[in-house]
């Protein structure tokens, strides 16, 4: 007969089993399951060691609530009782287990006019899920004029704890507010690219279009050929290139979806030093006062995921209409 195994040595190797499962795949049903042991975690033991000694009776517990009660101290207070008894303190900024994040980002396929730089495009984009109906019909109308719109998608990974806290144009990348359309996509050959930092050869200033490759597109011959003065760029190097054709302008499009420049765009002076006119962003139902950066992340990112990032420490920055601060 087989020799049993103490129940002690059976919890342990069940206790490995089940940290394996969970470090090795990434199914929906298993990351519910980390939610739910991070939750528990959270809820029901201290992450750091009390230095308060474990109290041997009711009296000596008394005695730490009367001293805090006597300065007024009610968060101390909290926590110091938590400490005592050997459970969470408050303030767990954390999800119920199992719930998702309400918002998400959509991937949408990437059009890529032919020309020198439809290598570098990207063959997708991803977009937070409640701007993506915007700007779908943004996408709709630029193709309807017989234009594309190459968009590259930000980098969307949280600060992993202990690292330095996010500048305030990465913190918009973290929650989707930003866009940035490809910078290969202009500034190279006006007469083949499918977006440029034009402006008309008249007047004006300079702003960003989107070439008209596609002529039977259904809106593409309302749109007339014009003379235009853009921006080329090498390595060393921008100059004016003088072009004649058809050319729509982005600015009103973006601007019906909720996307602004920031601030005014300045000129390119080299092909590494482009500028700033292929960023955008969306501060739509950001409320200068009252929106938070916690708010923000919690509405597209799970708790653990926070918890783990060193914005858990940023969560109570007020956005002020230019930053969260």
């Known amino acids: 007969m087989d020799e049993q195994q103490p129940d002690d040595a059976i919890d342990s ?3 490995k089993a089940i940290i394996g499962i969970l470090e090795s795949t990434n199914s929906p049903a298993i990351q519910r399951s980390r ?14 060691p009390s230095r308060i000694p474990p109290p041997r009776n009711i009296t000596e517990i008394g ?3 009367n001293l805090l009660t006597e300065y007024e101290q ?3 207070r909290s926590r110091m009782l938590a400490a005592a008894l050997g459970i969470a303190g408050p303030r767990v900024n954390l999800p119920q287990p199992g719930v998702f994040p309400p918002l998400s980002f959509a991937v949408r396929e990437q059009v890529r006019p032919e020309g020198p730089a439809q290598a570098t495009l990207p063959l997708s984009f991803s977009m937070r899920s409640d701007f993506i109906g915007a700007f779908d019909q943004a996408l709709a109308a630029v193709a309807e004029a017989g234009a594309a719109l190459p968009v590259l998608s930000s980098l969307r990974v949280l600060p992993a704890l202990g690292s330095a806290l996010p500048g305030a144009n990465a913190q918009l990348d973290l929650i989707g507010r930003s866009l940035l359309l490809a910078p290969t996509a202009a500034l190279s050959d006006p007469a083949s690219d499918a977006l440029s930092f034009s402006r008309r050869a008249a007047e004006g200033g300079f702003m960003v279009l989107a070439r008209v490759f596609n002529e039977e597109a259904p809106g593409a011959a309302a749109i007339a050929a014009e003379d235009w003065i853009s921006w080329a760029c090498t390595a060393t190097e921008c100059e004016e290139v003088e072009t004649n054709d058809a050319r729509l302008e982005v600015t009103p499009i973006l601007n019906a979806a909720g996307w602004y420049q920031p601030e005014v765009p300045d000129n390119p002076t080299t092909s590494t030093a482009p500028g700033n006119w292929n960023r955008w962003i969306n501060v739509t139902g950001l409320v200068p006062g009252q929106t938070t950066l ?6 597209l990112y799970a708790g653990d995921q926070i918890l783990a990032s060193s914005l858990r420490d940023a969560l109570e920055l007020v956005w002020d209409g230019s930053a969260f601060t």
């Open 294 to 299: 916690g708010e923000e992340l919690h509405a």
């Open 13 to 15: 190797d069940l206790v």
């Open 63 to 65: 005695g730490y609530i």
């Open 74 to 76: 009610e968060e101390q």
């Open 35 to 48: 939610e739910v042991i991070a939750h528990r975690l959270a809820i029901s033991g201290d992450i750091a």
